[in-house]
């Protein structure tokens, strides 16, 4: 939902230090995948009871998640760094709950496993948009150059990141934010569909 107003504000800085990393020989890819390492280090921190802590590699994670793109624009944008990008979104993104579940099993699971179940739900929604999106050459840059077709919803990334901060902050709430959240999941997940339903319906 905040994504794209964000895009103008972080842009900048982003695509500055982008272009410095990229100078210095950093590839878009080793951004991708250092910020996957940080990512799954928080994941692990929490699950060892760590979660305050975990949010110092957690937004390190984001920020690289922020400057792969970047990088990636000062030198030449390749298809598989996009798709490279896109799963270790989705491994991080599944990682931080499961550190949760892992954390504490017997009051964290069920909770967890619908989170993850909404997770699935509404990647599966992005993702499929996005290959009839790429079918039918249609180009959206609201949230960036994207090498894949970005679809808005009640939750995006920006959301996402502020949600795991969250739960860091307050480990002891994570089955109601869990629910909470899961349910906006499916919600934004329904609202893609019915959205694919109007543009993508052949008469």
Known sequence: MFDARLRPLIDPPLNALGA???????????VTLAGLALGLLSAAMIALGAPSWALLPLLASRLADGLDGAVARSQAPSDFGGYLDIVCDFVFYGAV????????????????AFLLCS?????????????????????????????????????????????????????????????????????????????????????
């Open 20 to 30: 410095r990393l990229a100078r210095q020989g950093v590839t878009a890819n080793q």
């Open 97 to 112: 709950p499961l550190g949760f579940v892992a954390l504490a099993p017997e009051a964290n699971g069920l909770a967890g």
């Open 119 to 203: 997770f699935y739900t509404n990647g599966a929604s992005f993702l499929g948009y996005a290959v009839l999106a790429e079918k039918r050459e249609m180009v959206s840059t609201a949230r960036g150059v994207k090498t894949l077709y970005f679809t808005g919803g009640i939750l995006e990334g920006a959301e996402t990141i502020g949600f795991f901060v969250l739960l860091c902050l307050w480990p002891s709430g994570f089955v109601p934010l869990a629910y909470a959240f899961g349910s906006l999941c499916f919600v934004t997940a329904l609202s893609r569909v019915l959205l694919a339903a109007r543009v993508f319906s052949d008469r």
